[in-house]
């Protein structure tokens, strides 16, 4: 079958060899989507309702008009269903349905769809006023939807979506289930929901052995993410049918992860251990067309599908007393059954508990950490400090998701990595982002550092921010993305990494937006499902910045100059309290007869003078410059190449300030060699250009890097008169 599966793959030359396994990775369907799992070898998949497990299908049937009698039948009844995927079809059973790939046929083979049954109950007296259409669709990624409208009304009268996913609830053969809520609303009566659970019987019939499976499990040594389970069903005596099922991040990985699914699922279970995982890619005759990385990785998913299959067939020996294979429940004993480990980053919100959870979910040995950096000690006058919080939290979700939680204090590292320099910064007039440099030195630095002799395979965070693989000449280097959510999307704060901190880091809900997020966390029942997102900066807690910065820096008054009159209009208690581009909070130190004449922006900074230079007429022509023309230092570029050499510009997407705010604009290299200083000019004005603060830019959806805003903004801006 490997030669069959070789020749049905193999182009006339690599790159169409390549196209041909995206086209697959394209039409690859994780299991989340795959109501038609044995369908893909012209065996449809049969789903059986578990009736234990109903929930308000009684009512449900009674408010579309059955009698209780009906209704308690319909209950009891029992019902399976076969689907098969028709992605030509534009009508389904008599039914219109919508035009997006990938719809199912549906017999139901026993027993009457509660859909169906619906229909027919209420079809009396919809049928004289409107014709009854049905639309289904993919919604929310992986839900199945299935709708029902008439004529008449917008909304449909009757809603039902399928999604799929793990319970060991059922307790019935794979352990993967179809859960049907359904929602009906007829006019004038309130909403009734439903819910209904399936699971897949696999055609086994009766004496057989039980469907045997495993959960999902990442393979280390893919170039992508790359995750796989593994089903046995029995076909006879000592005889099995393997299938495989997964999920990639990346198109060709997911091709050949369907490649690898249609081959091993036309063999014996015997055949499929008796395949050395490294000689995978010559049998399928990829070796020359794939990168050395895929090659590796190809063979680390067979590798994870044997291993997986070892523990399903010594599951099997013990529950049946007798020996299918010895040797290869010996070998199974023999090479253990290993996780990637990963050292997961818990702050007690719902992000990354969320995090946490689905890397438990796909398999990964996890470990959890809380970074004690709260400055509880230094700051608690002024304010609760929610450290202690955040612990119980950490471990009561820990305790639900059955990881170990340990917590490592970071506080002297803390205040001489960030602390300091958030100081400094502020002291002398620019605006510090603690943020980044928690990220840069902290979190993806000194954590590094601490669990350096633990030998962890990953380290993941809650962060909203995606990592990619880009091969280069010099080999593989990771690419920093946004996150689709691009209020949450957090790439901003994570420019400033290298490659070394990107290269082990795992990212889990980076791909998701925040309501996703949310859904998830009540899905699991998370402890801290309903927990409001933390504001502000990581180590203040509920403590203000201006507190902050009064606590160590106290106050250093000085004088608020008009830029255009010279004019003294008001007190300012010390520069670090006042950034470039501010409104809100000056007019408190303003005098009154200043106030009067607002609003008044805050336009630059005169340390030497401790002065505070301000304007009522910031949006005048004469300011152009200072709003779209600056200079950065310090720059850094996450694939250690800068977007242009030192002749020539490059025009990019840029983030002036964490948000989804991005602007355009060019940037200039200066210097020789690798430079770190070049000029910006923006194609349109920003509210506020500060000396410290950081810009992020980017390429599209890649974040290329960062930079810092330098002082030669504010002396340019003071030299040349343009406030006086």
């Not at 697959?24 to 012209?42: E, H, P």
């Not at 049905?134 to 299935?146: E, F, H, Q, S």
């Not at 279970?269 to 020359?288: C, G, I, K």
């Amino acid at each position: 079958m490997f030669e069959n599966a070789a020749n049905s793959v193999e182009k006339n030359d690599p790159k169409a060899t390549n196209l041909e396994l995206a086209a697959r990775g394209q039409a690859f369907s994780s299991f989340r989507r795959n109501f038609d799992y044995l369908s893909k070898n012209n065996s449809p998949s049969t789903w059986k309702r578990d009736n234990l497990h109903n929930i308000n299908v009684e009512d449900l049937l009674i408010a579309c008009g059955l009698t209780e009698e009906e209704a308690n039948e319909g209950v009891e009844d029992e019902i399976s269903q076969v689907y098969k995927q028709n992605h030509w079809a534009s009508e389904m059973g008599g039914k219109k349905i919508g035009t997006d790939g990938g719809k199912f046929a549906v017999d139901t083979i026993q027993g009457m769809d509660l859909f169906d049954l619906v229909l027919k109950s209420v079809n009396s007296s919809i049928e004289a006023r409107a014709k009854v259409n049905v639309k289904c669709r993919w919604t929310n990624g992986d839900t199945y939807v299935t709708e029902a409208f008439t004529d008449e009304r917008e909304q449909p009268f009757f809603r039902v979506e399928k999604t799929l996913d793990f319970s060991e609830s059922v307790g019935i053969g794979d352990n993967l289930v179809m859960t049907v809520k359904s929602y009906l609303s007829l006019d004038h009566k309130e909403t009734v929901s439903s819910k209904e659970v399936y699971f897949r019987t696999y055609n086994i019939e009766n004496g057989q052995e039980s469907v045997l499976s495993t959960v999902q499990q990442r393979v280390p040594g893919c170039i992508a993410n790359v995750a796989i389970r593994t089903v046995l069903i029995p076909k006879g005596s000592d005889s099995y049918q393997v299938l495989i099922d997964g999920m990639a991040d990346a198109i060709l990985s997911r091709g050949l992860v369907a490649l690898l699914q249609s081959t091993l699922s036309s063999l014996e279970a015997r055949d499929v251990l008796s395949v050395q995982p490294s000689t995978v890619t010559d049998r399928l005759r990829l070796r020359n067309v794939l990168t050395s990385g895929r090659n590796d990785g190809l063979a680390s998913v067979l590798t994870i599908v044997q291993r997986q299959m070892k523990g399903l067939l010594d599951i099997a020996v013990d529950d049946a007393g007798t020996t299918i294979d010895e040797e290869v429940v010996a070998d199974s004993k023999d090479e253990g059954k290993t996780k990637p480990t990963v050292a997961m980053l818990l702050s007690g919100g719902v992000d990354s508990s969320v995090a946490l959870n689905m890397l438990v979910r796909q398999g990964y040995d996890v470990t959890a950490f809380y970074l004690k950096i709260w400055l509880e000690d230094e700051l608690a006058h002024l304010g609760q400090c929610p450290w202690e919080d955040d612990w119980r939290v950490s471990t009561q979700v820990c305790e639900q998701a059955g990881v170990p939680l340990e917590a490592i204090s970071l506080q002297e590292e803390y205040k001489e990595q960030v602390l300091s320099y958030t100081i400094n910064e502020a002291k002398n007039g620019r605006t510090p982002n603690p943020d980044i440099m928690c990220n840069s030195r902290v979190k993806f630095g000194c954590f590094y550092d601490a669990i350096s002799t633990r030998d962890f395979d990953y380290v993941a965070t809650g962060h909203y921010a995606q990592l990619v693989d880009k091969k280069t000449s010099e080999g593989v280097v990771k690419r920093l993305l946004r996150a689709p959510d691009p209020v949450k999307d957090q790439s901003y704060f994570l420019a400033a990494l290298t490659q070394e901190q990107l290269n082990r880091v795992l990212f889990p809900i980076g791909h998701l937006e925040k309501f996703e997020v949310r859904e998830l966390a009540k899905e699991f029942d998370l402890p801290n499902k309903n927990r409001p997102d933390s504001q502000g900066l990581c180590f203040l807690g509920k403590v203000r910045f201006d507190d902050f910065l009064a606590n160590y820096l106290g106050t250093d008054p000085g004088d608020i100059i008009d830029a255009e009159t010279q004019e003294i209009i008001g007190r300012h208690n010390g520069i670090w309290f006042h950034t470039v581009g501010q409104r809100k909070g000056i007019g408190k130190v303003l005098f009154p007869k200043a106030t009067s004449r607002g609003p008044w922006y805050v336009v630059a900074k005169d340390t030497s003078k401790r002065f505070i230079i301000a304007s009522n007429q910031y949006d005048k022509e004469k300011f152009d410059s200072t709003r779209k023309e600056f200079f950065v230092e310090d720059m850094k570029w996450i694939t250690n190449e800068p977007p242009t050499d030192n002749c020539s510009a490059a025009h990019l997407s840029m983030k002036i300030r964490h948000g989804p705010t991005i602007v355009k604009g060019t940037i200039q290299l200066q210097g020789q060699g690798k430079t770190t200083v070049g000029k910006v000019i923006l194609d349109e004005k920003d509210g506020g250009l500060a000396p410290g603060q950081f810009v992020a830019f980017y390429d599209g959806l890649e974040c290329l890097g960062s930079a810092v805003i330098s002082e030669r903004h504010w002396l340019n801006f003071l030299e040349s008169g343009d406030h006086q």
